[in-house]
């Protein structure tokens, strides 16, 4: 059977304008349990998971049993990106690395904070970063904005995959910074060592297209902390709960 | 989406500027430079009181060679100042004073310039192919005779320490295997 991609099209476009008029819809005529959205992850699969219960055990309605009695439990839904705030923290990962410049002698720390702006759940971040590496010869401090996926996030193991731009700073004594701008990749892996947390192994090469071009090529051993999302998703799953 | 990552990758490649870079050359105690026209760096390490480096270059024509010495940009090494000779002919005799400084001899019927590389203040420079900060004695170009000329590198203090002599205009790269490059990755890397 062949479709035209326009009615895929039509499809798609419609099933996303209708998506948040229902989400809001929802709480009004749903069940106590969806009343008030729910403040973490948890506590909105176990609300969900509670109302689903309550449905499953529920009783055949009696004779004499009122409309609302025999009115069926609503059907549980998928918690998407618009129904966890911008400022949830479920959204955000903090991580930080010790990273080794392989070309240009530099070793210290890169804090970064990961933000996941459209499903919680899923490996799509956005990363800013930072980074102190004291050097022989200088001090190198670069400031960074990026992309990063987490492939299968909510396994034991997940591919890292990354791009970014890079404001690089290099401090000496003597003489006025020298600054540069500087793209880069990454292709790491990552195990979950406990529920949120995570240690990985960075690859991280890179190239200054600008002013004083040239290359770059850094590793990163790390350690990441998600305050909720893939992980809290993998967790719903094992206990049965919602993924959320 | 291969096309767009393609289309990006062209165009920063595209937009970097021509940065000149230098044919990396770790060296012994004697070398001869096979093409002297070509950009050149080397990395050499002065032992201490006595030490020359004594690089051996052959002009067919005359040839108006841009030459300066680096020093890595490293605590350790603030007192290290490593000077250059250019020994050869059309090159002025040395003044007394020059000549007490010269480590060696001149041979017969050859000039010398000397770089003293006195200056209180020291270039700084930020070498963006290796990603490293050097001080440097300041680019000069001399205007060389056809003919046998040596540069000779010591430090007239006798400090130990490493060094660089970037020296020479065209660009070529060819005869550079990638396991040259990695063998002395630590050389032009650190």
Known sequence: MRIESRWVLVALIGALAAAPSRALAEPAAGSPGEASEPASGASAAGAESASGASAAASPEPASGASPADTEPAPRRRRVGWYDIPARDPRRVSIGANLQVDLLGLAIGIRPEVLYRPFRATRGFNLRFGFGLLPGPEYFFLPIDVGWRQHFVPHHRVTLELGAGYEQQFFFVRDAAAVTRGYVFAELGLAVRVVSRAWIGVQFVPGWAPFSHPGPGIATRLGFRWDFGGATDRASARRRGRAPV | ?190
């Open chain 2, 1 to 190: 989406m291969k096309r767009a990552i393609l289309a990006t990758l062209v165009l920063l490649l595209g937009l970097s500027p021509r940065g000149q870079a230098h044919r990396p050359t770790a060296v012994e105690r004697e070398f001869e430079i096979e093409l002297p026209e070509v950009s050149h760096a080397v990395y050499g390490e002065l032992a201490g009181p006595g030490d020359v480096y004594t690089i051996r270059l052959t002009f067919a024509r005359p040839f108006a060679m841009p030459i300066e010495i680096l020093v890595p940009h490293r605590r350790k090494l603030e007192q290290h100042r490593p000077v250059f000779a250019i020994v050869g002919p059309g090159l002025p005799a040395p003044t007394p004073e020059e000549a007490a400084l010269l480590p060696r001899a001149l041979p017969p019927g050859a000039g010398v310039y000397l770089e003293r590389y006195a200056s209180e203040e020291r270039l700084v420079i930020f070498e963006s192919f290796s990603r490293r900060m050097f001080w440097s004695s300041g680019p000069i170009a001399l205007a060389l005779a056809p003919g046998d000329h040596e540069i000779w590198v010591f430090a007239p203090e006798g400090t130990p320490g490493d060094f660089v002599l970037g020296f020479g205009v065209e660009e070529d790269f060819t005869g550079i295997g990638c396991d040259d490059f990695a063998r002395d990755w630590g050389t032009y890397a650190y």
